[in-house]
């Protein structure tokens, strides 16, 4: 094989991962809807998986950034690898286990599992993006592979999905092994993965020591510091909004399948979302952008929450058991916390974007401080729960609002810079991007 064909190959197995990280993290919220049908489980229990999955990332963050300085990305890719198939493995026995005779060991394994999962989706999160920079070539070149990678991530969103949508089939019959085709697809991707970047060779730029004392210095830059915190509330928007219309849709009485497609409709706004972005990002200041997507946020997802229930829209849907297309009144709220994906499609570039400027030398320990972030999505989704189980679903929407009340702070106050960068401080943030 060819050098020429290693990289492409490598290309392609990048951005399959790249997939993979959207298709293995969205099957906690289906597989929540399935933990709900073993017995009378409240809705902070039932998101068990996206506990264990987003808290691997409070628990990896920075030393994924550690891996990569001491090993590089390909050997920390495959440290993920086998990471990932592990997790994988263990939330498939977990479907293996008897759920009437001992539903709590079934949650422990399962749980086991999905953080397991969740560290390999951390440790691929600090290291696709690089990589496919470092095969493109770096400058416009890398940057059009990151995009794409960005297109296959929102797609493979979309299609987990509907394929578990598909899998589920009668919400009240449910069991964690309904997922086993999802999961062996993806324990396949992660196996062929290993293999090719095992044969691989890749150039890689030497990599600076990440240095945990820097942590401090970066968290002294109260705009940073805030912006930290913008990131932990948005992945409650990101998250809560797909994950709290499925579990409302199906307490109506809506198929899973259909409930499926529908939920992939927020995916697909992302996904148009990345594209716009994309196209205006050179045009319109990270600020504005949160500023308009924050407001916009507030509006769809309040004009959801008070929309007459009785005011319905039809939908299509598929009978899976028949192959046809069957129709389904859905309620007119719900396609305005669709639209909400296409606001969150940008807020987290935006976010970085402004939370970094003037850090210089801590700009790479910042990074590893707002993956570790992404463990907000836990704790919002399980704040949301109790909302849930306390006064309904669309009153638990009020959380979302909260936290895209805050990003419209941080846009408009919290992201001034206190202080702007010494020459030294915008070497040092010369230097690491040159490096990235």
């Not at 950034?65 to 592990?86: D, N, Q, V, W």
């Not at 069957?326 to 916390?337: C, D, T, Y």
Request: charged share 10%; hydrophobic share 55%; net charge neutral.
């Amino acid at each position: 094989m060819s050098q020429q064909a290693k990289q492409w190959g490598a290309i392609i197995v990048m951005i399959a991962l790249f997939a993979m990280i959207a298709f293995v993290t969205n099957l906690c919220t289906p597989m929540a809807t399935i933990i709900k049908s073993q017995g009378e489980i409240s809705n902070v229990l039932a998101q068990i998986g996206n506990y264990g999955n987003f808290v691997a990332y409070l628990v990896m963050g920075i030393p994924a950034g550690m891996l990569i300085a001491k090993f590089g990305y390909k050997k920390t890719a495959l440290i993920g690898l086998a990471i990932g198939a592990a997790g994988i493995l263990i939330q498939w026995v977990s479907g293996l286990m008897d759920a009437q005779a001992n539903l709590g060991a079934v949650f422990a394994v399962y749980l086991i599992g999905a953080f397991i999962a969740g560290l390999c989706m951390c440790i691929l999160n600090c290291v696709v993006n690089p990589m496919l920079n470092i095969l493109g070539g770096g400058g416009n070149e890398g940057n059009k592979l990151i995009q794409l990678g960005g297109v296959f991530n929102s797609s493979a969103a979309v299609a987990c999905y509907i394929l578990m949508g598909a899998l589920i089939g009668d919400v009240t019959k449910a069991k964690i092994a309904d997922a086993t085709p999802a999961l062996m697809i993806a324990l396949a991707i992660f196996v062929i993965a290993f293999i090719v970047i095992c044969f691989t060779k890749i150039e890689e730029p030497k990599q600076a020591p990440v240095e945990v004392s820097l942590i401090k210095g970066a968290l002294s830059h109260r705009h940073f510091a805030l912006g930290a915190l913008a990131i932990f509330l948005y992945m409650g928007i990101e998250v809560g909004v797909p994950n709290y219309s499925q579990q409302l849709l199906i307490g109506e009485g809506i198929p899973a399948g259909t409930v499926g497609l529908i939920i992939a409709v927020y995916w697909f706004m992302m996904l148009i979302g990345r594209f716009v972005g994309a196209s205006i990002g050179s045009k319109i200041s990270a600020r504005a952008m949160i500023v308009t997507v924050s407001c916009a946020t507030i509006a769809l997802v309040l004009f959801g929450m008070f929309a007459p229930e009785t005011v319905k829209v039809n939908f299509p849907g598929v009978d899976w058991g028949n192959l046809s297309v069957v129709w389904q009144e859905i309620p007119l709220g719900i396609f305005a916390f669709l639209l909400v994906g296409l606001c969150t499609s940008v807020m987290w570039g935006a976010i970085f974007n402004m939370a970094v400027e003037g850090l210089g030398k801590y700009t790479a320990i910042a990074s590893g401080i707002f993956m570790t972030m992404v463990f907000g999505c836990a704790v919002m989704l399980a704040i949301q729960g109790a909302v849930a189980d306390a006064v309904g679903y669309y009153n638990s929407f009020w959380v979302v609002v909260g936290c895209a009340a805050y990003l419209l702070f941080y846009a408009l106050v919290g992201s001034r810079v206190s202080h702007k960068p010494t020459t030294a401080e915008k070497e040092a943030a010369s230097e690491i991007f040159d490096a990235i």
